[in-house]
């Protein structure tokens, strides 16, 4: 495989087959779940595409740091969210409140139609966005990373740094909250 | 009778697209993955990438490269 070696402009049609093969590959099968986190985690497009940048460049930058005896989803996962983290502690979390579990999932009381129905598609990525961000952080985190099909509960604790009891637990008030947070986006 | 098939034709139409463009989902997840599918990456993203490490001047060395191997089986 050839490492690039030369700073020398590559044409912009070539430029992601001019990618090692190897990384291309990694990039074809992770850019979409590492992108679509960012882009939920910061509610910014654009916050997303330089933080998908980001995140595959520290991704090339460590690849020492990687044994590949875990899995590589997780290890981009944990990237991202280092990297989202530390992006929304900077600014977003100065300036946002979010109401506390308690009070989102008393909200939900005597709401027993499911939200999920009958959901415009034209609609979905607008009424999410302001859904999540009804949310605590944490539960954020957790509905994204369970959200992929790839991750088991096993994972996502690693992830997070919790128990897998920890996160059953937290998953169910999280999933409460979203349901009534994704109902009033109606 | 021409102009009232297509009329019939275009509400037939008009209904598919509607009930395609709406849908049910059973939990949060499910409505999570959905929007993911319909949310591509902006092509413009690999394109900074590959830019990036063409000019990254410390690109890995080989011997970190091993793991590509056992993943990718290259």
């Known amino acids: 495989m050839d490492l690039p070696t030369e700073s020398a402009p590559i044409p912009d049609s070539a430029r992601l087959s001019a990618l090692p ?3 291309a590959a990694l990039y074809e099968a992770h850019s979409q779940q590492v992108y679509y986190l960012a882009l939920r985690l910061l509610g910014d497009p654009s916050q997303a595409e330089d933080a998908t940048h980001d ?43 979010t109401q506390t579990d308690d009070t989102v999932i008393e909200n939900a009381a005597g709401a027993s139609e499911s939200p999920f129905r009958d959901v415009d598609m ?7 966005r302001v859904a999540l961000d009804e949310l605590p952080e944490e539960y954020r985190v957790l509905l994204l ?4 099909q790839d991750l ?10 919790q128990s897998t009891d920890a996160v059953r637990g937290k998953l169910h008030r999280a999933r409460k909250a979203f349901a009534t947070a994704f109902r009033k986006t109606a | 009778m021409n102009n009232r098939l297509q009329h ?40 900074r990438i590959a830019d990036s490490i063409a000019r990254d001047p410390n690109p890995p060395p080989a011997a970190t490269r091993s793991w590509w191997r056992r993943l990718f089986g290259h």
Do not use: M
Request: proline share 3%; glycine share 2%; aromatic share 8%.
């Open chain 1, 145 to 148: 990373l369970v959200a992929d």
């Open chain 1, 152 to 161: 088991s509960y096993d994972h996502v604790a690693k992830l997070t740094q």
């Open chain 2, 8 to 47: 019939s034709e275009k509400a037939d139409q008009d209904l598919k697209a509607t009930s395609q463009s709406r849908q049910d989902f059973a939990s949060a997840e499910e409505l999570l993955q959905a929007d993911r599918s319909q949310t591509p990456v902006p092509p413009a993203v690999g394109d």
């Open chain 1, 21 to 23: 093969t190897e990384f």
């Open chain 1, 122 to 128: 034209n609609e979905l990525g607008q009424r999410i």
């Open chain 1, 55 to 97: 995140v595959f460049i520290k991704a090339w930058r460590n690849l020492s740091h990687f044994r590949g005896d875990a899995d590589i989803r997780t290890w981009l996962y944990r990237i991202t969210l280092n990297h989202c983290s530390n992006l929304r502690s900077s600014w977003h979390a100065r300036n946002v409140h």
